[in-house]
C-alpha cells in the first residue's frame, strides 16, 4: 500500500527566504505527483503536477522536482512570502491505485514579515 | 479556470438524519471525487466516479453512498448520520484522457459538516 510522508511537519522562517519542502512515497510504481496548496479552512488548490517522466516543474516562484527511483520530491519556494503561508500537501496516483490520490498529511508553513 | 462548487460551506444536522452533500463542475470532466479531511488523519477518498452511474468504493466508504446521474454533478449521501461523520468534506474533478496519464484533481472550497 502506497505511503505518503512529508517532513517536516511544520516550517517557519522570515520573509524572503528560499525554502524547500519535502514528500517521500514507498512505491515507486507512480503515474504522477501533485503538489497543493491549503489555506486555513479552504479546499486545496493544485499548484504543479509533475508526471512520472519528468523530473521538474516550474511555476512562478515554484519549482517541483521528482526522482521517482528514490520515491522522493521536493518543492523549492523561493524568496518566500506571508502570502506564501498555508499548508501544502502532496499527493500521488499509481499503478495500483489509478486516478485516486494517496495524500502526505502535509507541512504547514509560516513566512513571517 | 476550472470551478468545483460545494453547494454549503457550513452544515449542521442531527444524529440519524440523512444528509446529502452536492457538488458541481463545470469542465465536463469524467473523474469525481468525494475526501473527508480530519486533523491527523488527512485526507481520506471515500467514493469516485469515472462516469456517469459509475462509482467506485474508496478507503472508507462505510456509513456513506454516492450518486451521479449527471456528468456535472456528484451527491454524497451520509444515510443515518453519526457523530463520527462530524468532518471537512471535500469534492474534487479531474478529465480522464487514458490509463496512467492523470490529469490533475481540481477541489471545491469544502464542506464542515458538524453532526450533533
Known amino acids: 500500500k502506497q505511503e505518503v510522508t512529508q517532513i517536516p511537519a511544520a516550517l517557519s522562517v522570515p520573509e524572503g527566504e528560499n525554502l524547500v519542502l519535502n514528500c517521500s512515497f514507498t512505491?515507486?510504481?507512480?503515474?504522477?505527483l501533485q503538489w497543493f496548496r491549503q489555506d486555513p479552512g479552504k479546499g486545496l488548490t493544485s499548484l504543479l503536477l509533475?508526471?512520472?517522466?519528468?523530473r521538474e516543474q516550474t511555476s512562478g516562484r515554484l519549482n517541483a522536482s521528482l526522482d521517482k527511483s528514490s520515491g522522493r520530491s521536493t518543492l523549492y519556494i523561493a524568496a518566500s512570502q506571508p502570502g506564501d503561508s498555508a499548508t501544502y500537501l502532496c499527493?500521488?496516483?499509481?499503478?495500483?491505485?489509478?486516478?485516486?490520490?494517496?495524500f502526505g498529511e502535509g507541512t504547514q508553513l509560516t513566512v513571517n514579515p | 479556470d476550472v470551478k468545483v462548487t460545494q453547494s454549503s460551506r457550513y452544515l449542521v444536522k442531527r444524529t440519524g438524519e440523512k444528509v446529502f452533500l452536492e457538488c458541481v463542475q463545470d469542465?465536463?470532466?469524467?473523474?469525481m471525487f468525494w475526501y473527508r479531511q480530519d486533523p491527523g488523519l488527512g485526507l481520506r477518498l471515500i467514493y469516485f466516479?469515472?462516469?456517469?452511474?459509475?462509482?467506485e468504493k474508496g478507503d472508507i466508504p462505510e456509513g456513506y453512498s454516492v450518486s451521479r446521474e449527471k456528468k456535472e454533478r456528484f451527491s454524497l449521501i451520509l444515510e443515518s448520520a453519526s457523530t463520527n461523520q462530524t468532518s471537512m468534506y471535500l469534492c474534487?474533478?479531474?478529465?480522464?484522457?487514458?490509463?496512467?496519464?492523470?490529469?490533475?484533481?481540481?477541489f471545491g472550497d469544502g464542506t464542515r459538516l458538524s453532526i450533533l
Open positions: 512505491d515507486s510504481a507512480i503515474y504522477n
Open positions: 474534487a474533478s479531474s478529465l480522464f484522457i487514458g490509463w496512467g496519464y492523470n490529469q490533475p484533481q481540481h
Open positions: 509533475i508526471q512520472s517522466s519528468q
Open positions: 466516479s469515472y462516469d456517469v452511474k459509475m462509482k
Open positions: 469542465m465536463d470532466h469524467e473523474n
Open positions: 499527493a500521488v496516483t499509481g499503478e495500483t491505485s489509478g486516478s485516486r490520490l494517496t
